[in-house]
T-cell receptor, first 110, second 110 residues
Framework: DAGVIQSPRHEVTEMGQEVTLRCKPI?????LFWYRQTMMRGLELLIYFNNNVPIDDSGMPEDRFSAKMPNASFSTLKIQPSEPRDSAVYFC????????FGPGTRLTVL | KQEVTQIPAALSVPEGENLVLNCSFTDSAIYNLQWFRQDPGKGLTSLLLIQSSQREQTSGRLNASLDKSSGRSTLYIAASQPGDSATYLCATNTGNQFYFGTGTSLTVIP
């Protein structure tokens, strides 16, 4: 298995633009997690899915953030409109007891 | 809400030294605790997972212990090597709620 795949690896955008981050989990994993990592706040859980259903989105910072998982092999995290304070590395992970992390998407909002 | 603390934030040791990284947490009602390694610009890699019923887990030169009653876990690294240089994070699972510490940045000097 290729592991958890995230795209793009780097994204630079201007304030107000829509940003879509993508994730392909490891095949067979029922759980998918979205995290955000910053120097100030460390690693924060944003939302997670079980069998494509959102279970807990209490970590999603604002209504500007939304996440979907239309099928077992694909998930998106969307920010609309983006703001400079959204700049961070966004990780996707799959699995449960042992989570397997993707390489992350480094987002910079100018 | 679970709070996970890792001290020290940074550690520098000469090659060959044995070392201990510390992790403390406020809510002892955890399902398991996991130690991760993060290399610069990369995602997290799981090192060891300790279930709540276990006291320790070992993998090669790594040994992780868990004391739920006192809310503490340690990661012991034997005979450290320059390749061990990375940030080490611990995370607790309190029933599909995952909380990460801010990590200890380890530098092993050749």
């Amino acid at each position: 298995d290729a592991g958890v795949i995230q795209s793009p690896r780097h994204e630079v955008t201007e304030m107000g633009q829509e940003v879509t981050l993508r994730c392909k989990p490891i095949s067979g994993h029922d759980y998918l997690f979205w995290y955000r990592q910053t120097m100030m706040r460390g690693l924060e859980l944003l939302i997670y899915f079980n069998n494509n259903v959102p279970i807990d989105d209490s970590g999603m910072p604002e209504d500007r953030f939304s996440a979907k998982m239309p099928n077992a092999s694909f998930s998106t995290l969307k920010i609309q409109p983006s703001e400079p304070r959204d700049s961070a590395v966004y990780f996707c992970a799959s699995g449960l007891n042992t989570q397997y992390f993707g390489p992350g998407t480094r987002l910079t909002v100018l | 809400k679970q709070e996970v603390t890792q001290i020290p934030a940074a550690l520098s040791v000469p090659e060959g030294e044995n070392l201990v990284l510390n992790c403390s947490f406020t809510d002892s009602a955890i399902y398991n605790l996991q130690w991760f390694r993060q290399d610069p610009g990369k995602g997290l890699t799981s090192l060891l997972l300790i279930q709540s019923s276990q006291r320790e887990q070992t993998s090669g030169r790594l040994n992780a212990s868990l004391d739920k009653s006192s809310g503490r876990s340690t990661l012991y690294i034997a005979a450290s090597q320059p390749g061990d240089s990375a940030t080490y994070l611990c995370a607790t699972n309190t029933g599909n709620q995952f909380y990460f510490g801010t990590g200890t940045s380890l530098t092993v000097i050749p």
